[in-house]
């Protein structure tokens, strides 16, 4: 099984469980041993598929506004833990490859391996719910003929990408491409460099 084929698996599975009873405040019941892949892939599908339903209520016009200030927080943390889990990812992959040595003609590359795996994860969701929309009785048959034909080009769009981060993968293994990772330095979060927060002190 290939690195993404894993992904997949994974992330249809997160998605799945989520569904099961379809409410953000569900609790994450992570089916994999702590320090592993398998449970750092299952957990950020998970966060992603919560901040897609948080997405989705926020934008009722009728939210109540309190509880849309109260979501959109809800939405920072999320946006924060996604980070922090792509950072713990290409941890991973450092130490999985660092005995390996560049060659020196290897190039790096426009993102780092987890942060192309946090696309396959969005876009697992995105398949979910487009095929959702493809298959509803209480649309038109526009309406699902025109997500039918979403779908197929979302489904085109998660093989290529598969193939390419299974091939980034193989290049760093191969040590004709090397890996640099820059930490994600969000400065809304971080009362030192929000001006609103730190004039606030």
């Not at 569900?26 to 892939?41: Q, V």
């Not at 490859?97 to 020196?104: A, C, I, K, R």
């Not at 038109?140 to 085109?156: G, P, T």
Request: net charge negative; glycine share 0%; aromatic share 8%.
């Amino acid at each position: 099984m290939s690195f993404t084929q894993l992904c997949n698996q994974i992330f249809n599975q997160a998605i799945d469980d989520y569904h099961v009873k379809d409410d953000i405040d569900t609790p994450i019941s992570n089916p994999y041993k702590r320090e592993s892949i398998e449970n750092r892939l299952y957990l950020k599908c998970w966060i992603d598929t919560v901040q897609w339903h948080f997405e989705d209520i926020i934008r009722d016009p009728h939210i109540d506004p309190v509880e849309g200030m109260q979501l959109k927080h809800r939405i920072d943390r999320s946006n924060q833990d996604r980070t922090d889990l792509v950072e713990q990812i290409d941890a991973y992959f450092r130490q999985l490859f660092s005995d390996v040595t560049p060659l020196p003609d290897a190039t790096i590359n426009t993102e780092s391996p987890a942060w192309a795996v946090d696309r396959l994860s969005i876009l697992a969701l995105k398949i979910y719910h487009m095929r959702e929309q493809a298959e509803r009785t209480d649309a038109s048959d526009d309406h699902r003929k025109k997500c039918a034909a979403k779908l197929a080009v979302l489904l085109e769009q998660q093989k290529d990408l598969s193939t390419a981060i299974d091939q980034l993968l193989d290049d760093i293994r191969a040590g004709r491409k090397y890996m640099k990772v820059y930490k994600q330095m969000k400065m809304y979060n971080d009362a030192d460099t929000n001006p609103v927060l730190y004039k606030q002190k």
